[in-house]
């Protein structure tokens, strides 16, 4: 199946600064990636679907200002927190769709 | 709008008990349903889908389009069933945008 690479897979950042997450499509191209936040034991919460080349759509209640999305090629989306708080740690995961959803490993993301 | 449900959050079974995950769906066209499954420590993967109609580590899952199901069931369960679950469904027009549902965590004792 395609492969999906996420990257990093853990990240801890002081309070305040900004933290970038890669996605990135390894043997297939993605037009469209989609981001999602993870709670423990709970469901995917998608975030924002990104648009290769065009703005990304964002879920409602999800702020546009704070995560920040780029799909500048058919293989690579990222997603920048920017002035991370402690209530932005959570698991954070993208994923690319070809005829099923293909999954990251996801990103441990921590602010203290 | 589509829609996805799991109505159990946490299903506990023992080891060689039958075991049934539920999931309704609505949805106004013709959806394809999948499961996913993330174990401890390992990224979301496809369990199954509806249309390859095939039994994957012993589960298998029936599109009911009358009772708007896609239950995930497996007759005798083992401990390394233990995992959390996901519906999901994606409209079958080609875009294949993904609606998960909120997930079932199931345990398996021994």
């Known amino acids: 199946g395609a492969v999906v690479s996420q990257h990093p897979s853990r990240v801890i950042c002081k309070s305040g600064t900004s933290v970038k997450i890669e996605c990135r499509s390894l043997d297939f191209q993605a037009t469209t990636m989609f981001w999602y936040r993870q709670f423990p034991k709970q469901s995917l919460m998608l975030m924002a679907t990104?648009?290769?080349?065009?703005?990304?759509?964002?879920e409602q209640g999800v702020e546009k200002d704070k995560f920040l999305i780029n799909h500048a090629s058919l293989t690579l989306s990222t997603l920048t927190v920017t002035s991370a708080h402690p209530e932005d740690s959570s698991f954070y995961i993208c994923?690319?769709?070809?005829?099923?959803?293909?999954f990251g490993q996801g990103t441990r993301l921590t602010v203290v | 709008a589509q829609r996805v449900t799991q109505p159990e959050k946490l299903l506990s079974v023992f080891k060689g008990a039958p075991v049934e995950l539920k999931c309704n769906y609505s949805y106004s066209g013709s959806p394809e349903l999948f499961w996913y499954v993330q174990y401890s420590r390992q990224r979301l993967q496809l369990l199954l889908r509806?249309?390859s109609r095939e039994s994957i580590k012993g589960f298998t899952a029936d599109l009911n389009k009358g009772e708007t199901s896609f239950h995930l069931k497996k007759p005798f369960a083992q401990e390394e069933d233990s995992a959390m679950y996901y519906c999901a469904l994606s409209n079958s027009g080609g875009s294949y945008i993904p609606t998960f549902g909120r997930g079932t965590s199931l345990i398996v004792h021994p």
């Open positions: 990104s648009n290769e080349g065009s703005k990304a759509t964002y």
């Open positions: 994923s690319g769709v070809v005829t099923e959803a293909f």
């Open positions: 509806h249309i």
